[in-house]
């Protein structure tokens, strides 16, 4: 089981565990993110900072519509206490954790500022 907290902002937050080609470890806070199909975003500068291996190019819609390109990287996480391989977005915003990471798993969130945040 995985959880979070709802923010003030009611932002649903849960920890992630990024998982680097050197296995250097870095737990990060990502925003759930029901709106996004991906797996998981990080920004470059995490990114680089882990050495996460270059993939290829994406193209991603955004929620005004417009289409961006993006790299796509490739990383280990620990979703659930298990390894997972998974793709990852590169983006200049706030890690977010996206539908296909939570594929097959139950998403509770009590949608209030301090609210439980659980995935399970």
Sequence with gaps: MITGSVNSELEAIVRVVVRGPTRTDREVEAVVDTGFNGWLSLPGTLINQLGLPWLTRGRVALADGSEHECDVYTTTVIWDGQPRRVPVDSAETDPLVGMSLLKGF???????????VTIE
């Design 106 to 116: 139950d998403l509770h969130v009590q949608v209030r500022d301090g609210g439980a």
